[in-house]
């Protein structure tokens, strides 16, 4: 059975061998362990999304699943829990950098966007600035605030967003 869960550090090394074998950029990953989900299957890393968080904006990463075990909502998955982690860390936009998966993102409501309209302190990221191609396709999500099932705090002059 595939189980997703918090990377922890002792994670690292397997983590790094998976994104070698998916042709995936390693600078910088061992700065957002705490903030990286791995899948396991029989104690053996088969999965790994990643978030990197600067203020309300976040680079998603690393989303990678094991060749043999591709096709089977793993990818998918990975990214949904990544996405829930920016939604319970309050982050307003989630960008991308891909080469190879821009067709996989936009179920997630990612769209294409060019490169210098992402948030300086993301630009300023290790993936950005060395370790992605300035030909790779750039991404956004923007998050909505959920509405809390429990209470909901009345608005303020001038917050509302829409
Ligand atoms: C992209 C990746 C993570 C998808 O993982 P996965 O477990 O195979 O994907 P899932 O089974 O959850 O989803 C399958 C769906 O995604 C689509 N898909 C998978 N890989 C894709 C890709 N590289 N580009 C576009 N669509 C892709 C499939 O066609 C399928 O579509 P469908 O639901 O319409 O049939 C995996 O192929 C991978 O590790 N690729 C190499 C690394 C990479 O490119 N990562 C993304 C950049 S960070």
Request: net charge neutral; aromatic share 4%.
């Amino acid at each position: 059975m595939t189980t997703i869960a918090a990377a922890t550090p002792a994670d690292l090394p397997a983590l790094l061998e998976l994104l070698g074998q998916s042709a995936l950029p390693t600078a910088g990953l061992a700065d957002h362990v705490d903030t990286t989900f791995v899948a396991r299957d029989a104690g053996r890393v088969v999965g790994s999304a990643a978030l990197e968080l600067y203020g309300t904006a976040a680079l998603l990463r690393s989303v990678a699943v094991a060749p043999e075990q591709r096709g089977h909502g793993l990818g998918q998955e990975l990214t949904r829990h990544a996405l829930a982690l920016a939604r319970r860390r309050n982050i307003r936009t989630v960008y991308l950098l891909t080469e190879t998966a821009g067709g996989f993102f936009p179920r997630f409501g990612f769209r294409a966007i060019p490169r210098d309209a992402v948030d300086p302190a993301v630009q300023r990221s290790v993936e950005f600035t060395s370790a992605c191609p300035t030909s790779a396709l750039v991404m956004r999500l923007e998050l909505r605030r959920q509405p809390s099932a429990v209470s909901r705090e009345p608005e303020l002059p001038g917050t509302a967003d829409g």
